[in-house]
């Protein structure tokens, strides 16, 4: 596990687009496995930036999200489709068609996240993870618990996690009760994992994840299992971290 902090967002961003930015050059046709949410978009913001400069391409890369709210047609503004399009896949040059997000609005969504899983197999493994991490340790929508589920499927979010995302919406009510997720045995599989953590609020989290015991209570615990995993973290996210 190698664990950096950053004193500066901007180094974080820059060092977290590097890392995709080599793969790209090595590997033009790459598998990313790609997240929503706020830890990302710095980074994201780079890539952009990088791809305007023609210092960077996606054009032979696919991609594959790790999650999607259930019942979000992709058009809806919160959509994670609708956010993938807006912080990244609009302005930088890959073929939308090879960005892979769950369909939320499939009408059956057990056969949904079968195809999904296979479609992983068909064209993975993932060559690069990108994560952030839940308050309670979630990756993707692996909410802590007793048992953790290995393959895409569709999960019940914690109302701790509704809360956090009620943010994005008008109102909590209006915040899907369920997702389709990557399953932790899904994540795991990729080649690197980069997971990024920014703010005081994720600091105790992180120490759990990275400085406690591997437990499915805090799912980001179990890549501790991950032979290849680099973890950038701000100066306030990485309080704990000896
Ligand atoms: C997003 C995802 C979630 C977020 C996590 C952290 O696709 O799967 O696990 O990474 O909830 O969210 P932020 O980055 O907004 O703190």
Known sequence: MNIRIFEHEEDLNV??????????????????GLATGSSPVGIYKQLIAMVQKDLVSFAQASS??????????????????SFMNEQLFHHIDIDLDKT???????????????AYEQRLEDRGPVDLQILGI????????????TELTGRTHVVALKEETRKANARFFDSIDQVPTQAITMGVGTILK?????????????????????????????????????????????RAAGRWVK
């Open 15 to 32: 060092t977290g687009a590097g890392i995709i930015t080599s793969l790209l050059q090595t590997k033009p046709r790459a598998v990313l």
């Open 64 to 81: 594959f999200n790790l999650d999607e709210y259930v019942g979000l047609p992709a058009e809806h503004s919160e959509s994670y489709r």
């Open 100 to 114: 892979y997000i769950p369909d939320g609005n499939a009408p059956d969504l057990t056969q949904e996240c079968e």
């Open 134 to 145: 839940g308050h309670n340790g979630h990756i993707g929508f692996n909410e802590p618990g």
């Open 190 to 234: 990729a080649k690197q994992i980069l997971l990024i953590a920014r703010g005081e609020e994720k600091a105790e989290i992180i120490r759990q994840a990275f400085m406690g015991p591997i437990t499915t209570e805090c799912p980001a615990s179990l890549l501790q299992c991950h032979p290849n995993v680099v973890v950038l973290l701000d």
